[in-house]
């Protein structure tokens, strides 16, 4: 029931969730996939959280970790820290928490303080879910506004079409075949032709390569 909450309440927020229900399927994900955070359950079955998360850090993933437990002891949440987590979060919470935590992180990995991302002209604002364009407001759909705050995160880089359907889509979400497309046509028509480049054959970027 958590995690079905958790998975509704992140995708509303903006959030592409993937949910697995132990550790095992937790480590093939992992294996298979490039996440931006985990949120582990310490209390997994088939292979504790605690031991999945040592082996990720073992192995060398820096992926962000927030755990999620009823643990609420002291030497419990020590142990979580020294294996590797980077917060921790005693169930019950509240998803808006949840959420701010998960920005917070976000903009740890990235090496970035300001809580606004910018570059040039636009401007967002993740905790409100807000777009600015020269200071001014602008109406952006939540998967227009994930797809524009891809790509306002790593300006310079190139990301593929399938990069930015990750983080469009969890497992499970049927995958429009023209979707970023679409989404690259609004952004384009309401930011300004020029901002997104278009580079062939290999992706989309906002400024220029370094």
């Given at each position: 029931?958590?995690?079905?909450?958790?998975?509704?309440?992140?995708?509303?927020?903006?959030?592409?969730?993937?949910?697995?229900?132990?550790?095992?399927?937790?480590?093939?994900?992992?294996?298979?996939?490039?996440?931006?955070?985990?949120?582990?359950?310490?209390?997994?079955?088939?292979?504790?959280?605690?031991?999945?998360?040592?082996?990720?850090?073992?192995?060398?993933?820096?992926?962000?970790?927030?755990?999620l437990t009823a643990r609420d002891a002291v030497s419990d949440r020590v142990k979580g820290l020294d294996a590797g987590a980077d917060d921790y979060l005693v169930k019950p919470f509240d998803l808006d928490e949840l959420a701010a935590r998960i920005r917070a992180l976000a903009r740890r990995a990235a090496g970035r303080a300001q809580t606004v991302i910018e570059h040039g002209a636009p401007a967002l604002e993740p905790a409100r879910h807000e777009a600015r364009l020269r200071g001014a407001p602008i109406a952006l759909s939540a998967r227009e506004y994930a797809v524009l705050e891809a790509l306002l995160e790593r300006p310079g880089a190139v990301l593929s079409r399938a990069q930015l359907e990750e983080r469009l889509y969890g497992w499970g979400e049927e995958v429009e075949s023209n979707a970023v497309e679409v989404h690259i046509h609004n952004l384009r028509r309401k930011l300004g032709a020029e901002l997104i480049r278009n580079i062939r054959g290999v992706g989309y970027m906002i400024g220029d390569k370094p």
């Open positions: 029931m958590i995690g079905a909450a958790v998975q509704e309440g992140l995708r509303r927020a903006g959030f592409a969730v993937d949910w697995v229900r132990d550790g095992r399927a937790a480590e093939l994900a992992l294996a298979a996939e490039r996440y931006g955070l985990m949120l582990l359950d310490l209390g997994l079955p088939k292979k504790s959280g605690l031991d999945l998360l040592a082996e990720t850090r073992r192995k060398g993933d820096a992926i962000p970790v927030l755990v």
